[in-house]
């Protein structure tokens, strides 16, 4: 970077706290010009963002200016012309999905070698971190040991996968991981990482400006409510960023949520957000970012505000962002963050105009070194919501969404409702809406029914970061364990933290002990149940479910209950609060009406109601107040990147470039075999099958799930070849080093419903033209032997969920050359581009459906080498009949097209190095 290409706005000025000088780049510069106080926080950290990265040719002094100039009544096509390029601080990733980047690397080394050019060119840019999370599975639950025993499984079934990773840390600048056992990568970002504000060493002194990311976990969004600007993405994207490139996209709509008032008696954190999310997913915020704002964040804590930020994905948006503020202060200070970093924090936002200002603050005017201070309002917005926090009442959220929110008062005939459809559709006339198998499992005797809560899990870093709603959990326990109430025998129960701060704080609070007593020992420090990780039920209770068919229930304190994600026994997930996790295992169904039912019995025969078991507001708040501290937290991450002795204990050799030992667990992708210096031309689709239809609302756990893998299922069949056993499977998230089992693995979730296999549910599609039923990776292999080039048929919200770039890995190997859907979730529609599948979509009021479209047709797609916005589509049934359309191409930006020209963004990081 040149002087003349960069700082041509003249913003880069001193700052000095307490005593320090730093640089940094000074936003007042642009108040006159572009009254940048009026414009959203999030859109003033992209401004600097570009200002510091300020090129002359990725970044120019147009491409600021127009930022600038964002305003809140432009329409969807004035900010698809303002190309933003942000480039992350740094990148978080968790090792479900970190795993497969650090193979991508590795093998991205070899190509670069292959091709003449240097292997180490193939390194971080930027600070990574890498928190192993995923992989802790609940095999054991309910007792003191099991948490020794769930982790020493998850170290031996994962060996060669922490050695990979061991290898990756030693042998790459800027990457650190943090062990297992120790967390969820989005609470250990939010509690130690998440700086708010970073510096910069360089010989013109260090430079101050403010901490973003992206990570390749959706949830990354958490830290929006810190104040930090960061998003999920694709592993793709990710490494992208990684090495330099810039996260492209277009200048967002930004949506103001404005909140006010207090939560009222009885309403937790956890009500609230799913509140949130049921109003934001009917407003419809996909590809947006969500601002909060209002008077009510006066009252709202950092550990709530952080619980609203992290399901953003739930909700559709890119982001969900609080400002800084008092409270954020709070945070840092508790937390352990250094005097001189919350120095640093408060007077860079407040010289920035980042810093939000409550209603008993005074208020700086211009000159300074303070900004304005402009409260936002609603006319700051592309839109906006209010919600009163007064109106909050107790939810919960399912059966298959987070965003159907039900208030509790009408859970139970919710559930009741939900039973019968569900039965009709499965049974029909044959349904039995009483059936009960009987069970007799250690030393007790009893029936399973319809509705019955089989796993009960205060799991997931949403609610588990909160300390508010984890006492309030506690003291539900404590209260119950008073009166001598039990959890139903039946209830699976598991308590996994997302930091080691959370039992510090529990057992100083004296109900560790209470919690452990109803069932719900610790069984490990990472996202179990709510990534899919829930282990295997008790052998009876899984033999009496499917002996009867019965529709089983589980309660969590998560972010995610989409089909099949929880267990594949368990038809209906519920997303709860961790004190009505509790409560769930005490009632023991979904049948009973929390509000007007006995829990169960004290010990006089007397019936307890939840109304006698719940906490008051005070005596949390009071709890919280004595038993979290600061010393807690400096104590718990003193040691944060040092692990167990099993990992200290891992030998591997740093090396340039990964010796690809044999491993059912890690293999050299095939990605860059036979890569040439210059990308092949565009061509059309000729002659493409369909190997996928499927309806609305497809998610990435559909096309790529991250659970058990079914010892009859393609998976399955591929790794008993390979002389694995069954128990020693491990899970498809495990195994996204292989490409071999995600290959098999995708689209092949137990519900999955491909409507070109009418009866099925699973990894099934009918080959075409013998018409055989066959597994989808057969049929993607007969394809293949055919020549035929394959697409998918999707209805609206297709890739919603994770940011799973193995749906789009995974996809583009069985053969997919395009999907063709109503519309898209963001992150998915990145990956498809990502990784050189075209994302199509349907004309407005047009489907599959409305076209007549059966799949059993030709498709035949039009060239898009000139980067077109829509191309023809002709689909030729069997008769000869032709239907021609037109669909969109979502290739939304330049810089997509120029990744998708060169069959994904992997593959021009690579010629761009080398050439």
């Not at 201070?373 to 059966?399: E, N, R």
């Not at 059936?435 to 005797?445: G, P, Q």
């Not at 009496?544 to 038809?571: C, M, P, Q, Y």
């Not at 008051?616 to 501290?629: A, G, Q, W």
Request: hydrophobic fraction near 40%; charged fraction near 25%; include cysteine.
């Amino acid at each position: 970077m040149t002087s003349a290409d960069s700082n041509t706005f003249n913003t880069l000025k001193q700052l000095d706290v307490d005593g320090v000088g730093y640089r940094y780049h000074d936003l007042k510069v642009l108040e006159s010009k572009f009254a940048i106080s009026k414009l959203p926080f999030s859109v003033r950290i992209l401004i600097e963002n570009l200002l510091r990265n300020e090129d002359g040719q990725a970044i120019t002094h147009a491409d600021i200016e127009a930022l600038c100039r964002w305003s809140p009544t432009a329409g969807p096509q004035d900010l698809a012309n303002i190309p933003v390029q942000f480039i992350p601080s740094r990148v978080v990733l968790q090792d479900f999905t970190g795993v497969p980047a650090v193979v991508d690397l590795a093998a991205m080394r070899d190509a670069v070698a292959d091709l003449g050019g240097d292997p180490k060119q193939i390194n971080p840019r930027v600070p990574v971190d890498l928190v192993i999370d995923h992989s802790v599975m609940v095999d054991y639950f309910g007792s003191k040991n099991s948490l020794d025993l769930n982790t020493k499984i998850e170290f031996q079934r994962n060996e060669e996968r922490y050695r990979f990773l061991r290898w990756g840390q030693l042998s790459f600048d800027n990457f650190r991981v943090v062990p297992p056992g120790t967390g969820i990568v989005h609470q250990v970002n939010l509690e130690y990482l998440g700086q708010v504000v970073m510096q910069s060493k360089s010989d013109d002194g260090n430079l101050l400006y403010p901490d973003t990311l992206v990570g390749t976990d959706s949830h990354t969004t958490m830290i929006n409510g810190l104040g930090i600007l960061g998003w999920g993405v694709g592993g793709l994207e990710a490494e992208a960023a990684m090495l330099g490139q810039p996260v492209t996209m277009v200048a967002p709509a930004v949506i103001g949520f404005e909140l006010f008032g207090r939560l009222p008696e009885g309403a937790t954190a956890t009500d609230l957000v799913l509140t949130v999310t049921q109003m934001l997913r009917k407003k419809g915020v996909v590809g947006k970012f969500v601002e909060f704002f209002g008077d009510g964040l006066d009252s709202l804590p950092l550990a709530d505000r952080a619980t609203i930020a992290n399901m953003a994905p739930e909700y559709g948006a890119t982001c969900g962002i609080f400002p800084i503020d008092q409270q954020t202060m709070q945070y840092l200070k508790l937390s352990g963050r250094s005097a001189q970093q919350l120095a640093i924090v408060e007077k860079y936002a407040k010289a920035q105009g980042l810093w939000r200002y409550s209603a008993s603050e005074s208020k700086p005017q211009i000159g300074g070194d303070l900004a304005p201070a402009v409260a936002l309002d609603k006319d700051s917005f592309s839109d906006t919501l209010q919600l009163d926090l007064a109106d909050v009442v107790p939810s919960i959220a399912g059966p298959k969404r987070p965003q159907d929110r039900i208030a509790l008062t009408q859970a139970s005939q919710a559930f009741k409702d939900y039973l019968s459809r569900s039965l009709d559709e499965r049974s029909g006339d044959k349904a039995d809406v009483d059936a009960a198998a009987s069970v007799s499992m250690d030393d007790k005797n009893f029936e399973l029914n319809h509705g019955d809560v089989v796993i009960a899990a205060i799991t997931s870093c949403t609610n588990t970061s909160n300390p508010d709603v984890m006492i309030a959990a506690g003291l539900v326990a404590r209260n119950a364990v008073r009166l001598g109430l039990k959890a139903k025998p039946w209830v699976k129960t598991s308590l996994a933290p997302g930091s080691q701060v959370v039992p510090a704080y529990l057992e100083q609070a004296g109900v560790l002990d209470d919690l452990q007593q109803l069932g719900f020992n610790i069984v490990g420090f990472g996202c179990t149940t709510c990534i899919g990780n829930s282990g295997p039920l008790p052998e009876a209770i899984s033999e009496a479910i499917k002996a009867k068919d019965l529709t089983v229930t589980a309660v969590l304190s998560g972010n995610r209950n989409f089909e099949g994600r929880i267990h594949s026994d368990v038809r209906a997930n519920y997303l709860a609060s961790p004190p009505l996790v509790v409560a769930y295992a005490l009632a023991g169904s979904m049948k009973v009406d929390l509000y007007n039912d006995a829990l169960g019995e004290d010990t006089n025969g007397n019936p307890v109601y939840l109304k006698d078991i719940w906490p008051k507001r005070e005596e949390i708040d009071e709890l919280v107040r004595t038993t979290v501290s600061s010393d807690t937290f400096n104590t718990k991450y003193a040691d944060v990147f040092k692990g167990t002795e099993s990992w200290q204990k891992l030998e591997v050799a740093a090396t340039e470039r990964y010796e690809w030992p044999d491993s059912t667990y890690v293999r050299k992708p095939p990605y860059f075999e036979g890569m040439r210096p210059e990308p092949a031309e565009l061509a059309p689709i000729r002659d493409a099958r369909v190997l996928v239809k499927v309806g609305d609302s497809i998610t990435t756990d559909h096309i790529s799930p991250a659970g058990a893998i079914g010892p009859d299922s393609p998976a399955g069949q591929y790794l008993q070849e390979q002389s694995v056993l069954p128990a020693d499977f491990n899970s498809l998230g495990s195994r996204r080093g292989n490409h071999e089992v995600m290959m098999r693995g995708t689209f092949a979730n137990v519900r999955l419903r491909n409507q070109l296999a009418p009866g099925t549910e699973g990894s099934w599609t009918t080959y075409w033209p013998s018409e055989d039923v066959v597994d989808i990776f057969e049929a993607s292999t007969r394809y293949k032997r055919d020549n035929t080039p394959l697409l998918v048929l999707a209805g609206k919200e297709y890739g919603t969920g994770s940011s799973r770039d193995w749906a789009a890995k995974g996809t583009q190997l069985l053969g997919v050359k395009a999907v063709i859907a109503e519309s898209y979730e963001r992150i998915h529609r990145s990956n498809l581009v990502g990784f050189g599948v075209a994302p199509l979509q349907f004309k407005s009021g047009e489907s599959a459906e409305s076209l007549g479209l059966t799949g059993k047709e030709r498709f035949t797609i039009g060239s898009m080498s000139d980067s077109p916005k829509e191309v023809d589509v002709t689909a030729t049934d069997e008769s000869g009949k032709e239907t021609r359309f037109k669909v969109d191409i979502r290739i939304d930006t330049e810089t997509e097209w120029t990744y998708f020209r060169h069959g994904g963004i992997l593959h021009y990081v690579i010629r761009d190095m080398t050439q």
